[in-house]
């Protein structure tokens, strides 16, 4: 903007010229001189899921797609931005406004600017939005929903420890290491197996089980740069343990629904190739209401306004 260097709003000719074309297919670009439509709705924003990826599958789209019919329904005007063709989001009907764009934080600006936003929902469409919600509020963009700073206590390894323990929720020891002399301590510490993930990772992206220190160093080596820019965390790996599924609607930090499903592998099997049974079919009643009270008082700690997912190990001890 301070070079004047400003992009503009066209539309996707579906017609091949031969006839004006009044769509909602839009996108930006540097190459052009005046904006095809007239920004006069001022609709809310909604973020997708980009590319189908680790983490980042048909689940997002599905809600974000759910996202938009109820804010039609509310009687809302909707802008939705996606760059996945794939994805039913895309689909000319689903929204008042299209962007067929990248999820970049320079490319949502210029659509909640171009079009006026009333605000941005970040909930639906997985990591990438997620990731994105704290830039957006710095420039000033209005997040509906769980406030970004709570998404971020959320996805930050070190604030969700803490915040569990707070809680009295019991967690896998862990620790955030940059050093591979500083990890191997503290898998021989704790034994192994251990998990090694990064922060800010969803369903299992750059995750693996490591169970020895061959291993250990084998994938650092491979996949992670351990350095101060970009620690690792690694967790006690808990053996036979079962996981389970925690999805959840809250309002204000109060639960309004919620479901609980059983893994039937054991805990280490990535939650999008494992089977689930809901209702869950074998939980005890006391164990059953101790998981729906673990995500009431996560809920009420994170004051969340929308969707959450967690899940839960329970150990065979």
Excluded at 134 to 147: A, E, I, Q
Excluded at 175 to 181: A, G, H, I, R
Excluded at 226 to 242: L, M, R
Aim: aromatic share 8%.
């Amino acid at each position: 903007k301070e070079q004047h260097v400003l992009p503009v709003v066209k539309q996707i000719d579906t017609l091949a010229a031969e006839f004006p074309a009044m769509t909602n297919y839009l996108y930006i670009t540097y190459n052009g001189a005046e904006n095809d439509i007239v920004f006069d709705e001022n609709g809310i924003l909604v973020v997708g899921c980009g590319t189908y990826r680790i983490g980042s599958s048909v689940e997002f789209d599905y809600g974000s797609v759910l996202c938009l019919r109820a804010l039609v329904e509310m009687g809302k005007k909707t802008v939705m931005i996606n760059c996945n063709p794939e994805t039913v989001s895309t689909d000319y009907d689903e929204s008042h406004r299209l962007y067929f764009e990248e999820l970049s934080l320079e490319r949502v600006l210029d659509v909640y600017e171009f079009e006026g936003c009333t605000g941005a929902i970040v909930s639906f469409g997985g990591q990438t939005p997620n990731n994105l919600a704290m830039p957006l509020k710095k420039y000033g963009c209005t997040v509906l929903g769980t406030s970004p700073e709570d998404i971020d206590n959320a996805e930050d390894r070190n604030q969700h420890s803490k915040m569990l323990d707070d809680l009295g929720i019991d967690q896998p020891a862990w620790s955030e290491l940059q050093k591979f002399d500083d990890a191997k301590a503290f898998c021989n510490k704790v034994g192994y197996p251990v998990l090694v993930r990064p922060s800010y990772v969803l369903s299992g992206a750059a995750m693996n089980v490591v169970r020895s220190e061959e291993e250990l160093k084998g994938f650092l080596d491979m996949a992670v740069e351990v350095s101060e820019d970009a620690p690792v965390v690694i967790s006690k790996f808990i053996d036979g343990a079962e996981e389970i599924d925690i999805d959840a609607v809250a309002h204000k930090g109060e639960v309004i629904a919620y479901a609980i499903a059983e893994h039937i592998e054991q805990g280490g099997v990535h939650s999008g190739d494992a089977s689930l049974v809901l209702p869950a079919r074998d939980l005890p009643k006391d164990v059953f209401l101790e998981l729906k009270g673990i995500a009431c008082k996560i809920a009420k700690r994170l004051n969340i306004t929308g969707p959450l997912n967690m899940q839960v190990l329970r150990c065979p001890d």
